[in-house]
Structures are given as C-alpha cells and as structure tokens.
C-alpha cells in the first residue's frame, strides 16, 4: 500500500493541532495552516484543503459539523471533545449567550434547554425620540411577539441566532464552561431583564418568574436598576421587573420599591397577546392569570 505524504507527516500535523489553542476552525483557518506547513511537512500542491480535512477526519482527529440555518449552512470542524458553546461562539464575531442559556449556565432553571441562544449586536444607531403612547402600548401588545427563525439543528440541540440591539455588551462577562472553555455570557443583571423582555427565549414567564426566585442570592439589586436605566428601553420594563420581584416573595421590600422609584405613567403588559388577564394596579400590568 502507498505511504502518502499525508500519513508521513501524521505526526507532526497532530502536535501541531494539539499545540493550538483554538479547537474549533472554519474551512479558511485549516487552509491557511497548510500554507503555512506545507513547506515543512513536504505536502505537494495536490494536497488540497479539501484532502486534508478528510485526512484527518478519516483517521478521526477531526470532526466536522454542519449547520443548517435557513439562509445559509455553516460548518465547522472540531478538534479533540468541544462543547456546543465553545463551537457555538465561533458563529458570530462577538457573540455572547443570552436568555434561557444564560439562565441555565448561572443555574437560574432547573431545566436543560435544548435551544442554545446565541446574541450578536447590530450596529449602533442613531437615537430617534419616542413618542409613547398607552394606544401604541396597547396595539403593540396586541400583537404577536417577533421571533428570531435563524435557528440550526445540531445534534440534540437548536441553536438560535439573534441579533440584539446595541448595547456595547452591557452586562457580559468572560466565565467558563463545564469543560473549563471560556465562554461569553449576559451576567446575571443583564440576564434578568432580558428574560423579562423576552420571556419567549426564556422558557416562558413561569420559568421567568422561577429564575428571579433562584436569583435571590445572586443578584444585586442596584446594579439591576443601574443596568435597566443604562438599556434605556422605549416601553416601561420596569414594571414588569418590579412585578416579578414583587410576586417572587423572597426579596426585600427596600429592592422592590427601587423600581417603583422608575414612576409608572402607563399601563404595561407582561407578554403579549394575552387573552385571561388580571391587572397589578401596584405596578400598573396586565398578566396572564394563574401567574
């Protein structure tokens, strides 16, 4: 059988991977480091990017991983056990997790997602005056909720993409994954709002309410306020903060009024398109009964 120069150079292309940092490489990053090999490991130009991923697939170093998201597939190859988040945050520049998946690595549910929520922000805007409303409250949540669709299967996990509003990533933090990769996550200020904002990432408003219940021993109250002011939000979230510390039973009334410090000139409403509702004319919100 003929010893190709792939299967000489087996050695020195393994300690070379195993020596990388990085454990998760687009096609792009693979080629550029058989251009800078090549020389050394005596690789002909016949070598192509191409064979030399199945190379190392096939001697099982590398995996590949496709992911389908509606307008485009991307792949990634992994060297040696990655986890999804390491892979997961080399989809998008500057990405962070968000929503049910912060909730889950700050062990703010007791569930395990299956959806992985991934947040890269959209370039700074100009700021507009708002004009609100209590009609354009109304109508608006009257409506459905807009939903991200650029969702992937990988493995037994989804993994959503979104495309936060810029916040020069307010409240994100470098921490560690499970398997000791570093990954980037809303602290767990930043993750409480967000929840609140977007309970349809989140597991739903019971699984919102249940994160505040777990929070208690892990949040600080002022840098809550400090962070929901510096968001600068159109619609007064607040309310439905407050309201969730308030129904979570297991904070300080001092740490509830903060929010009522905010001022409360509208109705607000904690979901939208809710069809039993009761109202908190304390917090001046409208939410689903049985909450």
């Not at 962070?96 to 370039?123: D, G, R, S």
């Not at 904002?197 to 929070?215: C, D, H, K, M, Q």
């Not at 439905?240 to 509208?266: Q, R």
């Amino acid at each position: 059988m003929r010893i190709t120069r792939l299967k000489i150079a087996k050695p020195d292309i393994l300690k070379l991977f195993r020596s990388l940092s990085n454990r998760v490489y687009k096609r792009s990053q693979i080629d550029e480091i058989i251009s800078q090999n090549r020389e050394f490991w005596r690789l002909s130009s016949a070598t192509t990017v191409n064979k030399f991923i199945a190379f190392l697939i096939e001697e099982k170093k590398l995996k590949e991983i496709k992911l389908k998201f509606p307008k485009r597939t991307e792949i990634r190859y992994t060297w040696g056990d990655v986890s999804i988040y390491e892979m997961a945050l080399t989809l998008k520049p500057d990405s962070y997790f968000t929503h049910y998946t912060a909730m889950f690595l700050h062990q703010l549910t007791e569930q395990i997602p299956k959806t992985i929520y991934l947040n890269q922000e959209q370039q700074q805007k100009p700021n507009r005056e708002a004009h609100l409303t209590q009609s354009s409250i109304d109508l608006a949540f009257k409506r459905p909720v807009r939903v991200s669709n650029n969702i992937a299967l990988c493995g037994e996990y989804n993994i959503c993409l979104l495309n936060g509003m810029h916040t020069g990533r307010l409240g994100v933090i470098e921490t560690l994954g499970s398997e000791g990769e570093k990954i980037y996550v809303t602290d767990v200020e930043r993750t409480l709002i967000d929840i609140t904002v977007r309970p349809t990432y989140s597991g739903g408003i019971f699984e919102v309410l249940n994160a505040y219940r777990l929070a208690r021993n892990k949040v600080s109250i002022n840098k809550l306020s400090a962070i929901l002011q510096q968001l600068n939000y159109i619609y007064p979230y607040h309310q439905a903060v407050g309201f969730y510390l308030d129904i979570a039973g297991n904070y300080k009334d001092s740490s509830i009024a903060l929010f009522k410090k905010f001022g409360m000139k509208y109705d607000f409403y904690l979901i939208h398109q809710m069809k039993d509702m009761a109202y908190s004319k304390e917090w001046k919100l409208f939410y689903p009964k049985g909450l």
